[in-house]
T-cell receptor, first 115, second 112 residues
Framework: GAGVSQSPSNKVTEKGKDVELRCDPISGHTALYWYRQRLGQGLEFLIYFQGNSAPDKSGLPSDRFSAERTGESVSTLTIQRTQQEDSAVYLC?????????????FGDGTRLSIL | GDSVTQMEGPVTLSEEAFLTINCTYTATGYPSLFWYVQYPGEGLQLLLKATKADDKGSNKGFEATYRKETTSFHLEKGSVQVSDSAVYFCALSNFGNEKLTFGTGTRLTIIP
């Protein structure tokens, strides 16, 4: 597709369940980022991948959060034992390469609601 | 660490009014600066960017100038339209730390 694709667009789950969010970056983009946007707040960085390098996990809020990426394609963000404070919109972005001057292209996000 | 401080919203203006949304930043070195926009029901998209001091980014009638002396990147538009109603985010990215650091966003509403 032409843009970054995320699925599902909405997810409602019970506290304590595990969830998996998916991101398909723009074809050819080597860098992939995950952010979280809580209601009324700015975007918080979670993790990014650049090619086959070790990911920068410095933004992951706890060990319940993990992410994987296979090569330069799909990425999944997994949240284990979800808590109510995990409710947010999870945004994925990709860029051609990692670089401070590189614009990031965002998907429409997954709105996660924890009951 | 790097941070972005953005004008609190919401901001409500009449059509054809002049718009300024203030953004200041704290960062080491020479970050790149961005404005992203989120229109109602749509995803976040890049509006404009500037990668070095005194650069001016522009798009869709919006402008912002990278001012290193005042560590600012204020967004301006001379005559806003109803279609400009959206949430605007100021952000920066730094060499060696290429994730985006965002401000909290400013919700803009333009009244006909």
């Amino acid at each position: 597709g032409a843009g970054v694709s995320q699925s599902p667009s909405n997810k409602v789950t019970e506290k304590g369940k595990d969830v998996e969010l998916r991101c398909d970056p723009i074809s050819g983009h080597t860098a992939l980022y995950w952010y979280r946007q809580r209601l009324g707040q700015g975007l918080e960085f979670l993790i990014y991948f650049q090619g086959n390098s070790a990911p920068d996990k410095s933004g992951l809020p706890s060990d319940r959060f993990s992410a994987e990426r296979t090569g330069e394609s799909v990425s999944t963000l997994t949240i284990q034992r979800t808590q109510q404070e995990d409710s947010a919109v999870y945004l994925c972005a990709s860029s051609l390469v990692v670089g401070a001057d590189q614009p990031q292209h965002f998907g429409d996000g997954t709105r996660l609601s924890i009951l | 660490g790097d941070s972005v401080t953005q004008m609190e919203g919401p901001v409500t203006l009449s059509e054809e009014a002049f718009l300024t949304i203030n953004c200041t930043y704290t960062a080491t070195g020479y970050p790149s600066l961005f404005w992203y926009v989120q229109y109602p029901g749509e995803g976040l998209q890049l509006l404009l960017k500037a990668t070095k001091a005194d650069d001016k980014g522009s798009n869709k009638g919006f402008e912002a100038t990278y001012r290193k002396e005042t560590t600012s990147f204020h967004l301006e538009k001379g005559s806003v339209q109803v279609s400009d109603s959206a949430v605007y985010f100021c952000a920066l990215s730094n060499f060696g730390n290429e994730k985006l650091t965002f401000g909290t966003g400013t919700r803009l509403t333009i009244i006909p």
